[in-house]
């Protein structure tokens, strides 16, 4: 399984960016995926992930500003950042969730991309 991500960058405060993640080598079906972020000093968090069914969840501190979505044919998993704040800063990571045929849960981390946000 591969994972590239990319569209990092540097922007100011209230603009936008947008992140992509290209999958490839998923054996089998994939349970979800997701972007995380670290920034320096602090532990990864959670930003965004989608499952089935194109069921999204939302960190509290990107909701309304941040949109996860997938693109099934180009196997590509995107976040559209914007509103962006200096709190934003940090480097993306995607994941993906993938579901084995004896039922357990293999999950797969991509390089990440550095977002910085300055006021």
């Known amino acids: 399984v591969q994972l590239q991500a990319s569209g990092g960058g540097l922007v100011q405060a209230g603009k936008s960016l947008r992140l992509s993640c290209a999958a490839s080598?998923?054996?089998?079906?994939?349970?979800?995926m997701g972007w995380y972020r670290q920034a320096p000093g602090k532990q990864r968090e959670m930003v965004a992930v989608?499952?089935?069914?194109?069921?999204?969840n939302y960190a509290d501190s990107v909701k309304g500003r941040f949109t996860i979505s997938r693109d099934y044919a180009k196997k590509t998993l995107y976040l559209q950042m914007n509103s962006l704040k200096p709190e934003d800063t940090a480097v993306y990571s995607c994941?993906?969730?993938?579901?084995?045929?004896?039922?357990?849960?293999?999950?797969?981390w991509g390089q990440g991309t550095q977002v910085t946000v300055s006021s």
């Open positions: 989608i499952r089935s069914g194109d069921v999204t």
């Open positions: 080598g998923i054996p089998y079906s994939v349970n979800s």
């Open positions: 994941n993906v969730e993938i579901r084995t045929p004896w039922s357990t849960i293999n999950t797969h």
